[in-house]
T-cell receptor, first 116, second 113 residues
């Protein structure tokens, strides 16, 4: 079973729409860390956010917000009023205590296409 | 931006030839990682290093070896390249272990004919 599941392979929206990218994770650890990364068409990977398992507060950064719910093992990412520049592949990732926190396990990514 | 460079950025080689990819960092971070990215698979860890001469295998380590003789350099070697190793390879660094955010290099596109 995948440890990090991003069920949405591809999402298409029109500019100014809100969009939510889903991330569901699986772990037996009580202490773990979750991440989101962005990969624009240029190919580089950009770190967006890190969240530890003890902090369930939602986070907002400009048009970006993250909703962490331990009860459903989800760490969803919402972009408000999407823009063309948001077009990218977005990856969710997990770091677990069971692996000594030494590595990240990535989901397969969600490609977001924002049309003008 | 984290100071991470990868060389070469693009390489085309033939099956059976050895290939070495280099990752160089200027951040003095302890941890370094090699990933490969393939369509439909996301990013998969090949090997990682937690210090000079300290390395460990990742999810897809078969056919790859690594070496780290200096803090700033992490080498990935394909002893005998195969077509299945055609991929984009990313190096990453982190200050601490996996609970720290990782910062990625620009990637190397490798094609094995």
């Amino acid at each position: 079973a995948q440890k990090v599941t991003q069920a949405q392979t591809e999402i298409s929206v029109v500019e100014k729409e809100d969009v939510t990218l889903d991330c569901v994770y699986e772990t037996r650890d009580t202490t773990y860390y979750l991440f989101w990364y962005k990969q624009p068409p240029s190919g580089e990977l950009v770190f967006l956010i890190r969240r530890n398992s003890f902090d369930e507060q939602n986070e907002i950064s400009g048009r970006y917000s993250w909703n962490f719910q331990k009860s459903t093992s989800s760490f969803n990412f919402t972009i408000t009023a999407s823009q063309v520049v948001d077009s990218a592949v977005y990856f969710c990732a997990l770091s677990e205590r069971g692996s000594g926190y030494s590595t990240l396990t990535f989901g397969k990514g969600t490609m977001l296409l924002v049309s003008p | 931006d984290a100071g991470i460079t990868q060389s070469p950025r693009h390489k085309v080689t033939e099956t059976g030839t050895p290939v070495t990819l280099r990752c160089h960092q200027t951040e003095n971070h302890r941890y370094m990682y090699w990933y490969r990215q393939d369509p439909g698979h996301g990013l998969r860890l090949i090997h990682y290093s937690y210090g000079v001469k300290d390395t460990d295998k990742g999810e897809v380590s078969d056919g790859y070896s690594v070496s780290r003789s200096k803090t700033e350099d992490f080498l990935l070697t394909l002893e005998s390249a195969t077509s299945s190793q055609t991929s984009v390879y990313f190096c990453a660094i982190s200050e601490g272990s996996g609970y720290n955010e990782q910062f990625f290099g620009p990637g190397t596109r490798l094609t094995v004919l």
